[in-house]
């Protein structure tokens, strides 16, 4: 039987920041996973790089065009409706507290998350490997869970969302769900409590034997990050760090713990500094912009925010040839946004990626077909302004630094079924106004194509191949490591 392994995703932690962290002796267990395996700070995220999209890559180890969730903020088709996963307060409110809780505690994994894919607590709970997750966003699995009523505020949730789901073998998720009587508390998953609670479970879980793969989710850097910005990240990465020092103490320490365990951590994206917002409500004024909640039937478009990425959907598909022009060109007079992308009209496929420069408007088109190969192996067929997209070619080779793996990451988005028809990627400094007129300006944020938002961290110890296995490391390599691990 391998070694049992914790992959322990720290959210939103910037390269820069782990390595500062790391050399000013603030996050010791992480500088010891370094030492002791081997690191990257180039793995890339999904886009648009925001939570949800991103954790569904880690959790099935595919793009937005295989497990179908776009967005943060996005318009279900098939319900004809907004699905606000938690933005904002104010944009959960603008849509319904509780609907917006429902799409996130429920929906986003046993209704919108694909049912083609397989998320690993799927794939090893079908092989009786015990697994066990803390709070995070993608935890489906082969095992049903009632709500826990163990506490005021978990009866309290009980009463509004008192509904059976299906997760790994042991789940604790915000209180709500507690598959063993703990200690552990997270007040309903409050910002700033929630590292302690996955470290408390994840402690009670090494001492009592009750796994074979946890995945350790750590958000609290993501919304310190938000606040503080980017660069104030060493202090809730330290955080992170002793949480994951307390889940190895009951073993004896980390040597102990790595002598029976193997580690993984990673970001699942990273994040930029915020200086200015971008109304996209204002800009689409002027058009029949579908409101939060109310149905009119003038209704042309749904726009949705995602912090420094966003979508619009066409709604009267009569007009869509007209319309989608129009969106670009509404999208590309906006001062922020940097990239707009869509379809084009080519039979067999064709994405097209626009941007304001300089001189003009520059455009990129590309296909998943030709004699270019990137830095994951893809075989491309490109025209256009390669520097809109700070593509390089040499020998055949085809690579960005500026975006990486940008062709790759932007047909996924745009193949993706619930994707809009027009996606936008906000410049470096730029985010979107949500719903609820939010934004975090003075701040941190991330959801653009950029390198700023999409490099994450990648640490792996006692597992997994070489770091020179591979170019481009990204999100979607995390779930066939652990299933190597486990011989699957």
């Known amino acids: 039987m391998p070694k049992k392994l914790v992959l322990a995703v720290i959210d939103a932690m910037k390269p820069a920041m782990l390595e500062r962290a790391v050399a000013t002796g603030r996050a010791p267990t992480l500088a010891r996973l370094i030492e002791q395996g081997q690191y990257t700070d180039e793995c890339v995220a999904a886009f648009p790089s925001v939570t949800p ?48 809780l429902t799409d996130t505690i429920y929906n986003m994994n046993l209704e919108h998350l694909s049912r083609d894919v397989q998320t690993v607590f799927e794939t ?30 978990s009866r309290l949730a009980h009463t509004a969302f008192g509904l059976p789901t299906w997760g790994p073998k042991e789940l604790f998720y915000a209180d709500m769900f507690a598959s063993q009587k703990t200690p552990c508390r997270s007040q309903l998953g409050l910002p700033g409590v929630r590292d302690q609670h996955s470290g408390c479970v994840a402690e009670v879980l090494v001492e ?8 350790l989710s750590l958000p609290d850097n993501d919304t310190h990050s938000h606040k503080y910005g980017p660069f104030a990240q060493v202090d809730s990465i330290a955080a992170a760090d002793k949480q994951i020092a307390r889940m190895m103490e009951p073993a004896g320490g980390i040597d102990a713990f790595l002598e029976d365990h193997a580690v993984i951590v990673c970001s699942d994206h990273s994040q930029s500094k915020v200086e200015g917002e971008i109304d996209l409500f204002r800009a689409f004024d002027g058009f029949g912009l579908r409101a939060a909640q109310r149905t009119r039937e003038d209704d042309e478009i749904a726009v949705c925010p995602n912090s420094r990425a966003a979508q619009v959907y066409v709604l009267d598909r009569d007009n869509r040839r007209k319309l989608i022009p129009r969106i670009e060109r509404t999208l590309l007079a906006l001062e922020g946004v940097d990239l707009v992308m869509r379809m084009g009209d080519h039979p067999d496929g064709e994405a097209i990626v626009r941007g304001e420069r300089a001189r003009g408007v520059k455009e990129v088109r590309f296909a998943p077909r030709g004699d270019l190969v990137d830095a994951r192996g893809a075989r491309w067929s490109v025209e256009g302004d390669l520097d809109l997209l700070g593509l390089k070619i040499e020998d055949d080779q085809i690579r960005s630094a500026t975006y990486p793996d940008a062709l790759g990451r932007v047909w996924s988005a745009l193949r993706c079924p619930t994707s809009g028809e027009v996606l936008a990627s906000a410049r470096p400094g730029y985010e979107f106004l949500d719903w609820g007129g939010a934004h975090h300006v003075g701040g941190g944020s991330h959801g653009s194509l950029h390198a700023n938002d999409s490099n994450a961290a990648l640490i792996w110890a006692g597992t997994g191949p070489e770091k020179a296995s591979k170019e481009q490391w990204a999100l979607r390599d995390i779930t066939p490591m652990v299933l190597s691990h486990f011989g699957l």
Request: charged content about 25%.
């Open 208 to 215: 009592k034997d009750l796994f074979d793969f946890l995945l």
């Open 124 to 153: 090893l709970d079908d092989k009786e490997i015990r697994t066990a997750g803390t709070t995070y966003l993608m935890y489906r699995g082969r095992h049903r869970h009632e709500p826990s009523v163990s506490t005021a505020l």
């Open 53 to 100: 999209v991103c954790a569904a890559s880690i959790a099935t180890g595919t793009g937005p065009a295989e497990h179908e969730i776009p967005a943060m903020n996005w318009w279900h088709r098939g319900e004809e409706r907004y699905v606000e996963y938690g933005t904002s307060f104010g944009a959960s409110r603008a849509f319904g507290i509780r609907q917006s």
